[in-house]
């Protein structure tokens, strides 16, 4: 009983703490609503009200009055990025740059902010000077080489691609090396271009010093050869492509076949062309030797290679092709045969669409071969095949 009484004693002197403490509660929490500057909730009302540059004002102003919102205007500048609002973005990062009290950790991170939104925007100077900055600190470093990576890239500014993926290499364990094969593949198109065979051989042979199986370093070795007038080491390093990857072959047949018809052994390029449809087909390699047949042998061998092709491996674009070998067959007999020529102008349309390339990465679609995605500018992603071939492989 004595257990019980002081139980229900108790109970009202606890009912009334309670009430004390809430009471204490809602004082606090009218003490920190009064304490929020009135520009504060300005703000919110000017952003929710879309009035942006306005809310931008608001928060600024909401900076100078109470430092500890730091963190809100980095929020606020992300989101504004994120919605493609890169001047918005660039406003507020760069207000709290130029604050004299920022502490040293949150300048930092408002100078990284700051480089993605010129990234973003396409200011990629300003980009660039804001991520050289960031090189000096520990923290910032890898991410700023990145960033600085993808800028050189967009650039073409190879050489300083290659000192930032070698950095990565060394300092964060990552591995560049094919990015890097393709940084020197791409100074080697450019001399050849310009007919500096020297200048394109050394950069050939720094991109197969850092990829001995780059595809690209191989194909464009055998360019500066044929260049140079050697068809024979021209032939040795097309040939290599072969060995290396046999479904890259659609890219070197036509210099191949070439070569050596110049070399007066058309029935070898000929050989050579149809062994490699034996061991690696494909909708480009058919295109190729149905045009050296036709010059060499005539419309009515080159069709009915085709008609060969077309049954062994059936597709659309293998039977688009026949259908324009029969049509051009028909022409050279001097008749006219207008249901084939609509059938091949339906099909055509409709092919179209299945002779795309597609990045393995990110999907994107082309109709040219690429060896750097436009899409996600990633390399080596394209398969030298067309959507249909991969879609029936």
Not at 51 to 75: G, R, S
Not at 305 to 333: D, H, K, M, N, Y
């Amino acid at each position: 009983m004595e257990i019980e009484l002081w139980f229900l004693l108790a109970l009202p002197l606890l009912f009334a703490v309670g009430w004390l403490a809430r009471g204490f509660e809602s004082k606090v929490r009218e003490t920190d609503n009064a304490a929020l500057p009135r520009s504060y909730f300005r703000g919110l009302n000017l952003l929710l009200n879309d009035q942006h540059d306005k809310a931008i004002d608001a928060f600024i102003e909401v900076v100078k009055l109470d430092p500890e919102t730091i963190e809100l205007h980095q929020a606020l500048g992300n989101l504004f990025r994120r919605r493609g609002e890169f001047d918005r973005a660039v406003r507020i990062h760069t207000h709290l740059l130029n604050r004299a009290d920022l502490p040293a950790r949150q300048r930092l991170l408002a100078l990284n902010e700051l480089g993605q939104d010129y990234l973003k925007a396409g200011l990629l100077d300003r980009a660039e000077d804001a991520f050289v900055q960031l090189l000096e600190d520990r923290n910032h470093r890898f991410d700023a080489l990145r960033a600085l990576l993808r800028i050189y890239q967009m650039e073409r500014e190879w050489l300083k691609a290659v000192d930032c993926a070698r950095r990565l290499e060394s300092e964060a364990g990552e591995s560049h090396y094919v990015s890097i094969a393709h940084y020197y593949c791409e100074l080697g198109s450019d001399a050849l271009n310009r007919g500096a065979l020297v200048e394109a051989q050394q950069a050939i042979d720094e991109a197969l010093a850092a990829n001995r199986k780059s595809i690209r370093a191989l194909v464009l070795a055998g360019d500066i050869a044929a260049k140079r007038g050697d068809h024979d080491q021209a032939l040795r390093q097309w040939r290599r492509v072969e060995s290396a990857s046999v479904e890259h072959v659609p890219l070197i047949a036509a210099q191949v076949a070439d070569t050596l018809a110049a070399q007066g052994k058309e029935g070898d390029a000929l050989d050579w062309l149809e062994r490699m449809l034996l061991d690696a087909p494909s909708i480009d390699l058919l295109d190729i030797a149905a045009r050296r047949i036709t010059e060499w042998r005539g419309a009515t061998a080159a069709e009915a290679l085709i008609a060969r092709e077309t049954q062994r491996l059936p597709s659309l674009l293998g039977f688009e092709r026949l259908l324009e070998a029969r049509l051009a067959v028909t022409q050279q007999a001097g008749r006219q045969d207008d249901e084939l020529q609509l059938l091949s102008s339906l099909l055509r349309n409709h092919t179209q669409k299945l002779a795309r390339y597609r990045c393995t990465k990110c999907g994107f679609r082309a109709r040219e071969y690429h060896w750097n995605c436009p899409g996600c500018t990633s390399w080596d992603t394209y398969p030298p095949r067309r959507l249909e071939e991969l879609d029936l492989a």
